[in-house]
């Protein structure tokens, strides 16, 4: 046989393996040494290991340098394994031996939450949930605040509110999903059009959020020049985007520019809503030598056209077959018509016209012009 399959490793020995491999990585995102830190459940059990640290706040996991004694969440809340970092070997000592190691289950959540698109995506829930707790807090009544938890109100007010809380007043809200259910159910309207999209397949994994209402863009895919192209829609559309892409690109570019279009466009439809008030159609043609033109319909019927032949095989790291398939990922998953025309001899400006042009296009389809539907069916 030309390979091997190990499997030389029973569920202890891979838990060992898990924790060490999740300690190595955290130590290097957060630029401190390994053995300062200690693995728990969770957070409680952190905290009772170290009860000299018991009243040190709950920090979530990002990618900026820490100092100790810190206390991290790594894991989501249905696995919330817990990181404590300490300062001297005698406290690393005391607290393992205070505590037993997490299952493997936990340290894999850990290791997984640690992926560029999980701690992505994590701050954008995060971003998301304090948006939404502070637009409810003023329905929740006098002295009400938010906490670790989520908010803490007076338990007197909550059968009035339509809610049950915890003995002390405390709404466990874990994530935004929990903190728009409760908008909802206090009858606050949204704010903003902002989505954010986790796509997960075997050849990529993906954060995307989008404002479009925003400005800026922060784009990571592995292929530099879709970097650029994407960063192109952002400033010409007149919105903030934000993606963070693992993908095979030591394969090809296809499923990396194929998926981040995907997610593209179904974090577009979700940030349109019900598209209330939007003008619905844009269209755009610009631009020197080579002219693209772009017409969208925000119709919620996904068809694409492109007219155009892009000469070469390549420009930088992006295969140029793949700039009509992103177009064709936009509509099918933005539920959008979208119609592409572009005309030209050099194919960097060719493409770079055809993404600028969507942008235009987009920027007008999606701009608020009153609270109709753009439809006499009353529903796109």
């Excluded at 607290?95 to 995506?121: F, M, Q, W």
């Excluded at 959008?336 to 235009?360: L, P, Q, T, W």
Aim: with cysteine; charged share 25%.
């Amino acid at each position: 046989m030309s390979y091997q399959i190990d499997f030389s490793n029973d569920a202890s020995a891979q838990a060992q393996k898990a924790h060490a491999a999740l300690k190595n990585h955290l130590a290097a995102l957060l630029g401190v040494e390994a053995a300062c830190i200690v693995l728990a459940s969770c957070p409680e059990d952190a905290r009772r290991a170290a009860p000299d640290l018991a009243g040190l706040p709950l920090s979530d996991v990002t990618a900026e340098r820490v100092s100790a004694p810190a206390l991290i969440r790594l894991g989501p809340p249905r696995a919330p394994v817990t990181a404590l970092v300490l300062e001297t070997q005698k406290d690393v000592q005391e607290a393992e031996a205070a505590l037993a190691a997490p299952p493997l289950v936990l340290l894999e959540a850990g290791i997984d939450a640690l992926r560029p698109a999980a701690l992505a995506a994590a701050q954008a829930d995060r971003d998301a949930r304090a948006r939404v707790l502070d637009e409810v807090l003023p329905l929740l009544g006098a002295g009400a605040q938010i906490t670790e938890h989520g908010v803490r109100i007076n338990p007197a007010l909550a059968p009035g509110l339509g809610l049950v809380t915890a003995q002390d007043g405390t709404l466990f809200i874990p994530d935004a999903a929990a903190a728009r259910a409760l908008a909802k159910h206090l009858g606050a309207r949204a704010s903003g059009r902002r989505a954010s999209v986790r796509r997960t397949t075997k050849e990529t994994d993906i954060a995307l959020s989008v404002d479009l209402d925003g400005e800026g863009a922060r784009v990571d895919t592995g292929v530099k020049f879709f970097d650029h192209m994407l960063e192109q829609i952002a400033r010409h559309g007149g919105i903030a985007l934000d993606v963070t892409c693992e993908g095979d690109v030591e394969v090809d570019a296809h499923h990396t520019i194929e998926d981040v279009c995907l997610a593209l466009g179904e974090a577009l439809g979700q940030a349109l809503g019900d598209k209330r008030g939007i003008a619905r159609f844009g269209f755009e043609t610009p631009m020197d030598e080579t002219r693209a033109g772009v017409w969208i319909d925000l119709s919620g019927r996904p068809f694409a056209r492109f007219d155009g032949v892009i000469p070469g095989e390549r420009v930088g790291d992006f295969p140029v077959e793949m700039c009509p398939h992103a177009f064709r990922s936009l509509a099918e998953s933005m539920k959008a018509a979208i119609h592409v025309s572009v005309d030209g001899e050099n194919a960097h400006h060719m493409i770079e016209s055809c993404f600028k042009a969507f942008g235009r296009a987009l920027r007008m389809a999606a701009r608020i012009e009153g609270e109709a539907l753009p439809s006499t069916k009353g529903v796109l």
